[in-house]
C-alpha cells in the first residue's frame, strides 16, 4: 500500500475489444487506500481529463461513499453489430435488459431494426429495451424512425440522444411521446450543474469518470433532479468499480445501468475472481475496487512508446487542473 499517489509508476494498460478493431486503453494508478483508473477520451483535452484524473484517486485517498445496496441491476450494452450476434450478446449477458447502439444514419434502419428485433426475441417480452443514437440524429429523422424502432423492438423503454442539443431532445420527447435519457448532454457540459433538462429529457445518463468522481456526479445527480442511471464505456474492472460505486448510492430509478463493460473485452487487468463481468444480470457494489493482477496486468502492458509517452504526457497536463 503507498503512502502517497503513484504518479510516477502508474501502468498503462491496453485491451482489445471483442467485437471491432478498438483498443480500451487506461493508466492505473495506485494511492494510500486502493486503486484507480485514469482513461479519458482520446479527444478530451487536459481540463477535461482532469475529471477522470480526479475520479482515479478519489477511491485511493478519501474513499466513496458508503452504498445503498449491495448490487446493482445491469443492461448489457449492445453494439452496432448484426442481429445474430446481437441475440449472442444478450443471450450470453443474462441481463434482464439491453442498451442497443444504433447506427450513424436514421435513414437506413434497416440493421437497426433486425437487430433490436434479434435484442428482443433473447429477452423475451418482459425484458425492458432502451437505444442510443448518439446524437446523430434531426429532429425529423428522430421522429420519423423512432415509432418504427419502437414496433421492432416490442417498445423500447428509453431512447438516449436522440439528436446533439437539448432543444431538439426536448422537441423529439414532446412529439414521440418515449421517455429521452440525457447522456452527451451531461458528459460534454462544461458545467453540469448550469444544465436544465426538465424539458429535454426523463431520465440522465451519468457516470462517475466523466464527472469527476462518486461525489461530483452525486451532486450532479441531485441538481438535475431527474431519476438517474449510470452508464460508462468498456474499461478495466478497476475503472467499472467506481461506476459502480455510484450506482450504488444513488436513488433506485428502476432502470439497469449500462456496466457491463468488462465482458465486451478480450480480457482484464484483475484475477478472474474480481473481473467484473455481470452474473444473473447483477454486479456488486463493493467499496474499494480490485487491485491488478500482476499476470493479468503483465499480459496486457501497453509496450509501444509512442503511445506510454502519449499517456505519460496526458497524465501530467491532468494534473495541473487538479
Same mark, same amino acid.
Given at each position: 500500500?503507498?503512502?502517497?499517489?503513484?504518479?510516477?509508476?502508474? %501502468?498503462?494498460?491496453?485491451?482489445?475489444?471483442?467485437?471491432?478493431?478498438?483498443?480500451?486503453?487506461?493508466?492505473?494508478?495506485?494511492?494510500?487506500?486502493?486503486?484507480?483508473?485514469? %482513461?479519458?477520451?482520446?479527444?478530451?483535452?487536459?481540463?477535461?481529463?482532469?475529471?477522470?484524473?480526479?475520479?482515479?484517486?478519489?477511491? *485511493?485517498?478519501?474513499?466513496?461513499?458508503?452504498?445503498?445496496?449491495?448490487?446493482? =441491476?445491469? +443492461?448489457?450494452?449492445?453494439?452496432?453489430?448484426?442481429?445474430?450476434?446481437?441475440?449472442?450478446?444478450?443471450?450470453?449477458?443474462?441481463?434482464?435488459?439491453?442498451?442497443?447502439?444504433?447506427?450513424?444514419?436514421?435513414?437506413?434502419?434497416?440493421?437497426?431494426?433486425?437487430?433490436?428485433?434479434?435484442?428482443?426475441?433473447?429477452?423475451?417480452?418482459?425484458?425492458?429495451?432502451?437505444?442510443?443514437?448518439?446524437?446523430?440524429?434531426?429532429?425529423?429523422?428522430?421522429?420519423?424512425?423512432?415509432?418504427?424502432?419502437?414496433?421492432?423492438?416490442? *417498445?423500447?423503454?428509453?431512447?438516449?440522444?436522440?439528436?446533439?442539443?437539448?432543444?431538439?431532445?426536448?422537441?423529439?420527447?414532446?412529439?414521440?411521446?418515449?421517455?429521452?435519457?440525457?447522456?452527451?448532454?451531461?458528459?460534454?457540459?462544461?458545467?453540469?450543474?448550469?444544465?436544465?433538462?426538465?424539458?429535454?429529457?426523463?431520465?440522465?445518463?451519468?457516470?462517475?469518470?466523466?464527472?469527476?468522481?462518486?461525489?461530483?456526479?452525486?451532486?450532479?445527480?441531485?441538481?438535475? *433532479?431527474?431519476?438517474?442511471?449510470?452508464?460508462?464505456?468498456?474499461? %478495466?474492472?478497476?475503472?467499472?468499480?467506481?461506476?459502480?460505486?455510484? +450506482?450504488?448510492?444513488?436513488?433506485? %430509478?428502476?432502470?439497469?445501468?449500462?456496466?457491463?463493460?468488462?465482458?465486451?473485452?478480450?480480457?482484464?487487468?484483475?484475477?478472474?475472481?474480481?473481473?467484473?463481468?455481470?452474473?444473473?444480470?447483477?454486479?456488486?457494489?463493493?467499496?474499494?475496487?480490485?487491485?491488478?493482477? =500482476?499476470?493479468?496486468?503483465?499480459?496486457?502492458?501497453?509496450?509501444?512508446?509512442?503511445?506510454?509517452?502519449?499517456?505519460?504526457?496526458?497524465?501530467?497536463?491532468?494534473?495541473?487542473?487538479?
Amino acid at each position: 500500500m503507498k503512502t502517497w499517489i503513484d504518479f510516477d509508476g502508474a %501502468s498503462v494498460y491496453a485491451i482489445p475489444v471483442t467485437d471491432g478493431p478498438d483498443i480500451v486503453e487506461g493508466m492505473l494508478i495506485e494511492g494510500p487506500q486502493g486503486w484507480g483508473e485514469f %482513461s479519458p477520451p482520446e479527444e478530451y483535452d487536459d481540463r477535461r481529463a482532469a475529471r477522470w484524473l480526479t475520479a482515479a484517486i478519489e477511491v *485511493g485517498t478519501v474513499g466513496w461513499p458508503d452504498p445503498l445496496r449491495g448490487r446493482v =441491476p445491469i +443492461a448489457v450494452t449492445v453494439p452496432a453489430v448484426p442481429a445474430p450476434r446481437a441475440h449472442q450478446i444478450v443471450t450470453a449477458s443474462g441481463c434482464r435488459s439491453a442498451a442497443v447502439r444504433l447506427a450513424e444514419s436514421a435513414g437506413s434502419p434497416a440493421e437497426d431494426i433486425d437487430r433490436l428485433a434479434a435484442v428482443r426475441e433473447a429477452l423475451g417480452p418482459g425484458g425492458a429495451i432502451r437505444c442510443d443514437a448518439g446524437g446523430g440524429w434531426t429532429v425529423e429523422a428522430a421522429t420519423a424512425v423512432l415509432p418504427v424502432l419502437h414496433d421492432a423492438a416490442g *417498445g423500447l423503454d428509453l431512447v438516449v440522444d436522440p439528436c446533439p442539443t437539448t432543444a431538439e431532445n426536448a422537441e423529439v420527447r414532446r412529439r414521440s411521446g418515449i421517455r429521452i435519457g440525457a447522456h452527451r448532454a451531461i458528459r460534454e457540459a462544461p458545467d453540469p450543474r448550469a444544465l436544465d433538462l426538465r424539458d429535454a429529457a426523463d431520465v440522465a445518463i451519468l457516470g462517475a469518470a466523466a464527472l469527476g468522481g462518486v461525489r461530483r456526479a452525486m451532486r450532479i445527480a441531485d441538481i438535475v *433532479g431527474l431519476p438517474c442511471v449510470v452508464a460508462a464505456d468498456p474499461r %478495466s474492472s478497476i475503472a467499472m468499480a467506481g461506476e459502480l460505486a455510484l +450506482a450504488g448510492v444513488l436513488p433506485d %430509478s428502476g432502470l439497469a445501468h449500462e456496466l457491463g463493460g468488462v465482458a465486451r473485452l478480450s480480457g482484464d487487468v484483475v484475477s478472474a475472481a474480481r473481473s467484473l463481468i455481470p452474473a444473473d444480470g447483477m454486479l456488486p457494489v463493493a467499496p474499494m475496487p480490485p487491485a491488478p493482477d =500482476p499476470d493479468r496486468l503483465h499480459r496486457f502492458t501497453q509496450h509501444a512508446p509512442e503511445r506510454v509517452v502519449r499517456w505519460r504526457d496526458r497524465l501530467t497536463g491532468a494534473q495541473r487542473y487538479i
